[in-house]
């Protein structure tokens, strides 16, 4: 298969906008693609040209462009999994008070698609479009323990709870699996607390995950099977509107 340079560049430039959340400069993009300024300033002003990246006219940084934004949503609004899921999630949030969470296997990570904020003014919010680990996210583990394909890579520590042995991680997705949901114990975010349970598509495959997530202090130890009967009773209900017969 032949690769065309330039262009594999520009959509690596692509990926590093995107986990610059300052934005990067011509210098920074030249040293990681391995090419001159001129070159990175190039490949930079046309994609600035199309409206996928923009520089800051104080800074001088490049950051993604609003063309990017315009794509993600339009391959978001393709997806019946979110329209589905969203009157769903919706529910979620009003019965549990927490926010609620929508996400599908990736490239090796939960990528969520759709979201519903808590009401409270102390919440946890993830935004649509973030890849968030396999081993250490209540939606991940759920998506790692129910897709034959998913894997995972590497198991970097965020907290001191995040389980970083290899054997371990297997004896928890077991556990995953037999019990039906997964929690995320302050192992992603120090002082948040996840849950979250498969949801089915027609073919009885996991299709995607839905999950709760809020400051460890309200989904405490006490709450937790409450808001696990909740979700696993509305990730049951979403997946049989999908046409699963679980």
Do not use: W
């Not at 032949?2 to 610059?20: K, V, Y």
């Not at 001191?160 to 975010?189: M, S």
């Amino acid at each position: 298969m032949t690769i065309i340079q330039s262009l594999a560049r520009g959509l690596e430039i692509l990926d590093l906008l995107a986990d610059a959340e300052q934005g990067m400069g011509i210098g920074e993009f030249a040293t990681h693609l391995n090419v001159d300024k001129s070159s990175a300033s190039r490949l930079l002003h046309t994609l600035a040209s199309y409206g996928y990246a923009e520089q800051g006219a104080d800074t001088r940084r490049f950051t993604l462009g609003p063309r990017v934004v315009t794509l993600s949503n339009r391959v978001l609004n393709r997806m019946p999994l979110r329209d589905h899921a969203h009157p769903f999630l919706r529910r979620l949030t009003h019965e549990t008070g927490e926010c609620s969470h929508l996400a599908i296997l990736s490239q090796g990570k939960a990528l969520y698609i759709d979201q519903m904020e808590s009401p409270s003014i102390l919440r946890v919010e993830t935004e649509i479009g973030t890849m968030s680990p396999l081993h250490c996210t209540a939606l991940g583990k759920v998506l790692l323990a129910f897709n034959r394909h998913a894997q995972v890579e590497s198991m970097p520590a965020f907290t001191p709870r995040t389980i970083t042995d290899p054997e371990a991680l297997k004896l928890h997705i077991d556990q995953v699996r037999r019990q039906g949901y997964a929690t995320d114990d302050e192992e992603h975010v120090p002082g948040v607390r996840c849950i979250a349970a498969p949801v089915y598509g027609f073919n009885g495959r996991v299709v995607g995950a839905i999950g709760i997530s809020g400051p460890a202090g309200r989904v405490s130890y006490e709450k937790l099977p409450e808001l696990t009967e909740k979700l696993i009773t509305l990730a049951d209900e979403l997946s049989r509107r999908l046409g699963s017969a679980r």
